[in-house]
């Protein structure tokens, strides 16, 4: 289903869980909306599937106005972060809920639901109640219920937020096999950026209520097009006073001037161990942090912290220990505009000495 | 290990007392009353029993509380959700009113239903105009037994109705399905148990009332004369064992229903 | 429907709870308050019933 959502607003009150927010997205799509808790993503998500109304703005389905439907008729799934299951059904009878309030025949139905389950891996449960599942199956149960009534639009809040982290990567591979193999169109809801990437075809990245930026997980990782997107995505330092960062000094001349620097931008290493050795600052390793398959390094540059990686393949440091630090390149931006820059002695190096 | 040593006397002490004061406050009264009810032999019990003034008092009896406890269910219900689920001026108020009956003497119940229906009230001419008698027949009975039992169904409903998440009944709409479907195929079964649970003690309760009846049932033998009267009419009468008799009949029925109670809701608990 | 349902309640607990309640304080006064010092201290006699 085509879905758009024109000028969207929410308020509850004297707050604006959600402000002007407009997007489209295409038939069969993916779509992840991410963001803090109470950035508005469920507001959108609830006004979508009707449980809520809008204070003002369109949300059009196929290209018609759906505002005033009622969710019983807008032809969607919803799967909630707490599965809301229906306690005293079996998981063949709250599969079977949607088909038989549509009155289909009973072996249609029966037909139906059987195949969802095949579908879900909850062959031979049919008969137990949601207490006698596990996290992880009740999830599939909301899932093959919400999907069973055949809908175009399939809503997910939070859907992994209550799963054990080891079963949730596996739940998320499933999930997108799944979705992909249905051909259905999705928006999940989450404040995990790896379960976003990871999962979505496209993200929508929302914070105080506004849409900040849509687009493809490594479009935004590579562009990002605000501040809080820049931060809110990966990992980073941010630093106040980019004129001590060596390469850099120039952007110190715009006032209020703050960059942002991921991990991967930045190079350390042993004394010539980095060849770019006119681009180097020098640093010194404040801590050492094991993260599993590489050290997350804190070093300190002329009074700022870095974070920075370094790979177990290479000769470890010590607390303390003087090293070469090397930014690449930093995300800067000030009240009025954002944009990337790359190292300036990077680009031209040592062109008068030679 | 000072600790764990206090904490086992006290643990001990605790439990002594608990157990005392259940064999002496309930265990002894109800085995005297079996003891006494049979200290003639079998056939005295079955004489008091199978006599037509006793069995008519029990069967009264069991009719009108029928009657009380399925109206108290239709009106416990729906005043249970419309407390828990609608937000309205004096909903506070109506919600503490509804533990009256629990608060008063049950006499004082009885007082206030005579002045309110009894003969020179506006509502006992009225009615006695139009030809339906309230005091001393069955109606004024079953009220006695609604009001004194009211507070039940409501009270037993209420968690159950706080409890359901609202994301359940959401689930149904975005299902298809209509309110009044969500209601009964949704929300309802979540409430039965406790309709059932609260509709059982209320049932046990007006078996057992009273002091809100004696005074407005006119005790008339056969007509309108309840169990727990016929007791102690039995009783002024100086004869114990006829007394005891019809009383371990209703409470062989109270234990069945409280054992009814703790089943329903255990098969609660265990869902 | 909202509206019903509220109507009634109030409809049930004020002619089942309150109504009662407030006839009985009525009662206790009807014959002013020397008719209630009377009524507790036991030199009245009931002529009405």
């Given at each position: 289903?085509?879905?758009?959502?024109?000028?969207?607003?929410?308020?509850?009150?004297?707050?604006?869980?959600?402000?002007?927010?407009?997007?489209?997205?295409?038939?069969?799509?993916?779509?992840?909306?991410?963001?803090?808790?109470?950035?508005?993503?469920?507001?959108?998500?609830?006004?979508?599937?009707?449980?809520?109304?809008?204070?003002?703005?369109?949300?059009?389905?196929?290209?018609?106005?759906?505002?005033?439907?009622?969710?019983?008729?807008?032809?969607?799934?919803?799967?909630?972060?707490?599965?809301?299951?229906?306690?005293?059904?079996?998981?063949?009878?709250?599969?079977?809920?949607?088909?038989?309030?549509?009155?289909?025949?009973?072996?249609?139905?029966?037909?139906?639901?059987?195949?969802?389950?095949?579908?879900?891996?909850?062959?031979?449960?049919?008969?137990?109640?949601?207490?006698?599942?596990?996290?992880?199956?009740?999830?599939?149960?909301?899932?093959?219920?919400?999907?069973?009534?055949?809908?175009?639009?399939?809503?997910?809040?939070?859907?992994?937020?209550?799963?054990?982290?080891?079963?949730?990567?596996?739940?998320?591979?499933?999930?997108?096999?799944?979705?992909?193999?249905?051909?259905?169109?999705?928006?999940?809801?989450?404040?995990?950026?790896?379960?976003?990437?990871?999962?979505?075809?496209?993200?929508?990245?929302?914070?105080?209520?506004?849409?900040?930026?849509?687009?493809?997980?490594?479009?935004?990782?590579?562009n990002p097009e605000t501040p809080?997107v820049a931060?809110?995505?990966?990992?980073?330092?941010?630093?106040?006073?980019i004129?001590?960062?060596?390469?850099?000094?120039?952007a110190?001349v715009w006032e209020g001037t703050t960059a942002l620097?991921?991990?991967?931008?930045?190079?350390?290493?042993?004394?010539?161990?980095?060849?770019?050795?006119?681009?180097?600052?020098?640093?010194?390793?404040?801590?050492?942090?094991?993260?599993?398959?590489?050290?997350?390094?804190?070093?300190?540059?002329?009074?700022?912290?870095?974070?920075?990686?370094?790979?177990?393949?290479?000769?470890?440091?010590?607390?303390?220990?003087?090293?070469?630090?090397?930014?690449?390149?930093a995300y800067l931006f000030n009240e009025r505009d954002s944009w990337m820059m790359?190292?300036?002695?990077?680009?031209?190096?040592?062109?008068?000495?030679? | 290990?000072?600790?764990?040593?206090?904490?086992?006397?006290?643990?001990?002490?605790?439990?002594?007392?608990?157990?005392?004061?259940?064999?002496?406050?309930?265990?002894?009264?109800?085995?005297?009353?079996?003891?006494?009810?049979?200290?003639?032999?079998?056939?005295?019990?079955?004489?008091?029993?199978?006599?037509?003034?006793?069995?008519?008092?029990?069967?009264?009896?069991?009719?009108?509380?029928?009657?009380?406890?399925?109206?108290?269910?239709?009106?416990?219900?729906?005043?249970?959700?419309?407390?828990?689920?609608?937000?309205?001026?004096?909903?506070?108020?109506?919600?503490?009113?509804?533990?009256?009956?629990?608060?008063?003497?049950?006499?004082?119940?009885?007082?206030?239903?005579?002045?309110?229906?009894?003969?020179?009230?506006?509502?006992?001419?009225?009615?006695?105009?139009?030809?339906?008698?309230?005091?001393?027949?069955?109606?004024?009975?079953?009220?006695?037994?609604?009001?004194?039992?009211?507070?039940?169904?409501?009270?037993?409903?209420?968690?159950?109705?706080?409890?359901?998440?609202?994301?359940?009944?959401?689930?149904?709409?975005?299902?298809?399905?209509?309110?009044?479907?969500?209601?009964?195929?949704?929300?309802?079964?979540?409430?039965?148990?406790?309709?059932?649970?609260?509709?059982?003690?209320?049932?046990?309760?007006?078996?057992?009332?009273?002091?809100?009846?004696?005074?407005?049932?006119?005790?008339?033998?056969?007509?309108?004369?309840?169990?727990?009267?016929?007791?102690?009419?039995?009783?002024?009468?100086?004869?114990?064992?006829?007394?005891?008799?019809?009383?371990?009949?209703?409470?062989?029925?109270?234990?069945?229903?409280?054992?009814?109670?703790?089943?329903?809701?255990?098969?609660?608990?265990?869902? | 429907?909202?509206?019903?349902?509220?109507?009634?309640?109030?409809?049930?607990?004020?002619?089942?709870?309150?109504?009662?309640?407030?006839?009985?304080?009525?009662?206790?006064?009807?014959?002013?308050?020397?008719?209630?010092?009377?009524?507790?201290?036991?030199?009245?006699?009931?002529?009405?019933?």
């Open positions: 289903m085509h879905i758009e959502v024109r000028g969207l607003n929410k308020s509850f009150g004297d707050f604006h869980a959600v402000s002007d927010v407009s997007f489209e997205i295409e038939k069969g799509k993916l779509i992840g909306l991410l963001g803090p808790s109470g950035g508005g993503k469920t507001s959108v998500l609830r006004m979508l599937a009707g449980l809520e109304t809008p204070t003002s703005g369109d949300i059009l389905f196929h290209g018609k106005r759906v505002n005033d439907l009622p969710p019983q008729e807008r032809g969607i799934g919803f799967v909630f972060q707490n599965y809301a299951l229906f306690k005293h059904m079996t998981v063949y009878d709250n599969v079977a809920f949607g088909l038989k309030v549509k009155k289909q025949p009973k072996d249609r139905i029966r037909e139906r639901v059987m195949s969802l389950l095949e579908l879900t891996g909850l062959k031979g449960f049919e008969h137990r109640y949601p207490h006698q599942l596990s996290g992880g199956q009740r999830q599939r149960v909301a899932f093959a219920r919400a999907l069973a009534p055949e809908p175009q639009l399939l809503l997910l809040d939070e859907p992994f937020a209550a799963i054990d982290a080891k079963i949730r990567t596996e739940l998320r591979t499933w999930l997108k096999e799944l979705i992909d193999r249905v051909g259905i169109t999705s928006i999940f809801v989450t404040h995990d950026q790896d379960e976003a990437i990871e999962v979505a075809d496209e993200i929508m990245i929302m914070n105080k209520g506004r849409l900040e930026q849509k687009g493809t997980p490594w479009d935004i990782y590579k809080f931060s809110f995505i990966g990992e980073s330092t941010i630093v106040h006073d004129g001590r960062i060596k390469g850099f000094e120039e110190a620097i991921r991990p991967e931008y930045i190079e350390i290493g042993k004394a010539g161990e980095i060849r770019l050795q006119s681009a180097t600052m020098e640093g010194r390793i404040r801590q050492l942090h094991f993260r599993g398959s590489e050290w997350l390094v804190e070093v300190d540059v002329n009074g700022t912290t870095l974070k920075t990686y370094r790979s177990l393949e290479k000769e470890a440091f010590h607390p303390g220990e003087e090293v070469s630090v090397l930014v690449h390149r790359e190292n300036r002695l990077k680009e031209d190096p040592m062109p008068i000495h030679i | 290990m000072n600790v764990r040593l206090n904490s086992r006397w006290w643990s001990f002490g605790f439990r002594s007392a608990i157990m005392l004061y259940f064999v002496i406050l309930i265990v002894l009264p109800i085995t005297g009353i079996y003891v006494q009810s049979f200290s003639l032999g079998l056939r005295p019990f079955w004489d008091s029993v199978s006599n037509p003034l006793a069995w008519k008092a029990v069967l009264l009896t069991l009719k009108l509380a029928v009657i009380a406890t399925i109206l108290n269910m239709a009106l416990g219900t729906m005043v249970g959700w419309v407390l828990v689920r609608y937000r309205f001026p004096g909903r506070r108020l109506l919600n503490s009113l509804v533990d009256l009956p629990f608060a008063l003497p049950t006499a004082v119940t009885g007082l206030m239903i005579l002045l309110l229906l009894g003969p020179g009230s506006f509502v006992g001419e009225w009615a006695g105009k139009a030809g339906i008698d309230i005091v001393f027949h069955e109606p004024a009975i079953v009220i006695a037994m609604l009001f004194v039992t009211f507070p039940f169904v409501i009270r037993a409903v209420q968690p159950l109705l706080e409890e359901i998440d609202a994301s359940e009944e959401e689930a149904a709409y975005t299902l298809g399905a209509s309110k009044a479907r969500t209601f009964f195929r949704v929300i309802f079964p979540s409430m039965l148990p406790g309709i059932l649970s609260g509709a059982m003690l209320a049932f046990s309760r007006a078996l057992a009332e009273f002091g809100a009846v004696v005074l407005i049932a006119g005790n008339i033998p056969g007509k309108t004369l309840v169990a727990s009267v016929y007791i102690f009419g039995e009783i002024e009468s100086d004869n114990p064992q006829g007394a005891a008799a019809v009383s371990i009949i209703l409470l062989t029925l109270s234990f069945a229903i409280l054992w009814i109670v703790n089943y329903v809701q255990g098969r609660r608990t265990n869902r | 429907m909202r509206r019903l349902w509220i109507a009634l309640t109030y409809a049930v607990i004020v002619l089942l709870l309150a109504v009662p309640l407030v006839k009985i304080f009525s009662g206790a006064w009807a014959d002013g308050w020397s008719g209630f010092i009377e009524g507790l201290t036991g030199r009245k006699r009931c002529t009405r019933l």
